[in-house]
């Protein structure tokens, strides 16, 4: 006898932006759920729902994930129920 096995529901990224950039790029909405396995994943989510936006948070941010800031890398692996934080970059001279 086989046994059902369900499936089991994959969990969701956490995505959160400042204020100023939720501002300015996401309606004021600073915090979003998004399936993706890596960074490019994210980024690729976020440009479906806010169109241009995956170029800007390319150019324009650096990346926490679970609080630890991460070289941008866009293949770097996000786990399930991780929170990947978008940080405009600091520019100086």
Do not use: C, W
């Not at 786990?79 to 520019?91: A, D, Q, T």
Request: aromatic share 8%; proline share 5%.
């Amino acid at each position: 006898m086989q046994a059902d096995i369900a499936a089991t529901p994959v969990k969701a990224v956490k995505v959160t932006f400042t204020a100023g950039f939720s501002r300015r790029y996401t309606d004021s909405i600073r915090e979003f759920e998004v399936q993706a396995k890596n960074i490019r994943g994210v980024i690729r989510a976020m440009n479906e729902l806010f169109p241009g936006l995956g170029e800007t948070l390319e150019e324009e941010t650096s990346i926490a994930i679970d609080g630890v800031i991460h070289e941008v890398d866009y293949t770097q692996p996000v786990k399930p129920g991780s929170e990947v934080f978008f940080i405009p970059r600091i520019e100086g001279g």
